[in-house]
């Protein structure tokens, strides 16, 4: 049997953000129905006085249940509650169907510490699969609950878990004056912060690639700026401000620079800002509307949407520009792309029929996937391991977040209390 493996965890709670009541409840619209049964047993807190401020299993249980490939077994079925290798009876899981079984015990430290340890077994085999021990502290038992997911995702699938990222997405709330508030809010692991609030609207929030910075569209004093913020300080920056479109900004993948949408120079074109000259360059030429940059994960190519050939659709240039080539084909309409993280594929926003559907584009095959079937569906992001796409859509009389997973089979909605929420942006994984 192996060894419980001992890592350190360190949490981080952003001391900016202002804690705000509202919250995303999550609902599995959709799931797969070969997902992998599993047990994840209550862990054993016997030696913590005062108990623990989180389930840690319960949310462990959730977070695999919410990626719609597995099946946990409700405490109610559970013929015991092991929290220990030598009290485990891989038969009594074996009688019940499961293939895997998850137990852990927290105890305290003589430094006053929580140690957090988990094991993760194959219950056919009758084998341990992984094993850690973390410490942590009450304030982070919730992160250490999404990074335990993590690892027992990228055990049992092959892929990282993408369970401790954050999702961040701008809301809108009329008050009792009947004036809109604008914020832009991050959830993580801890619940749901403001990072921005407004009385005009905030638009385009895309994350820095190494996830401590968010840039965004304001239109304070009735123009439109750009935006970017640290999030650990709350300190912001805004780029020079030209008169007209100043919008959709875009970070590279190292960092450097950012493609965003310019139309200082009479059209609205693709523009490269370069973070530490802090000067621009135009990247495309064109009497039409270009605009919606994304940058390849390699960092060669940007694609973006452009009308030049009529109506919008999907193109892509080289970041040292030269002829902008179409990708997309099929449809009168594909807007809002975005590369997924192997950059095999693109998300985007496909009109079928009147109604506007999130999609994906193999850029090789060139076959296009429909993924969703509402009617509004806007702003699709992936998910930093490519497993999911987070949109926005509208239920009823206001929008809302939505994910779908990459081939279409898992599906969520994410409903936030009170106002409405749209333009979500999954954070890469942190750093």
Known sequence: MKRIVKIALLVSIMSSFSAISAALK???????????????VPFSSTQVVGGLPVDIAQVVSDDLARSGRFKPLSRFDMLNKPSTAEQVNFRNWQSLGQDNLVIGNVTTGSNGMLNVQFQLFDVYKGEQLTGFSIPANRSSLRGVAHRISDLIYEKLTGQKGAFSTRMAYVTSTRGASGKTEYKIQVADGYGTKTIVTSS???????WSPRGDKISYVSYERRRSSIYTQTLRTGQR???????????????????????????KDGSADIYIYNV???????????YAIDTEPDWSPDGRQI???????????????SVNGGKARRVTFEGSYNARASYSPDGKNITMVHRVNGQYRIATLDLKTGFTDILTNGQL????????????????TN???KSILAAVSSDGKVRQKLRLQGGEV??????PFKQ
Request: hydrophobic share 35%.
């Open 26 to 40: 999550i609902e599995i619209t959709q799931g797969i129905s070969s997902a992998q049964p599993i047990v994840i």
């Open 200 to 206: 005009e609207p905030l638009m385009s929030p895309a």
């Open 237 to 263: 920056e805004k780029l020079r401000s030209f008169k007209g479109i100043n919008g959709a900004p875009s970070w590279s993948p190292d960092g450097s620079q950012l493609a965003l949408t310019l139309s």
């Open 276 to 286: 530490i000259t802090r000067s621009f360059r135009r990247l495309t030429r064109s």
């Open 303 to 317: 694609i973006f949407t452009s009308d030049r050939g009529g109506k919008p659709q999907i193109y892509k240039i």
């Open 377 to 392: 569906d806007e702003s699709p992001s992936y998910a930093p391991n490519g497993s999911m796409i987070l949109y926005s």
């Open 395 to 397: 239920d009823g009389l």
């Open 422 to 427: 749209r333009e979500p942006a999954w954070s």
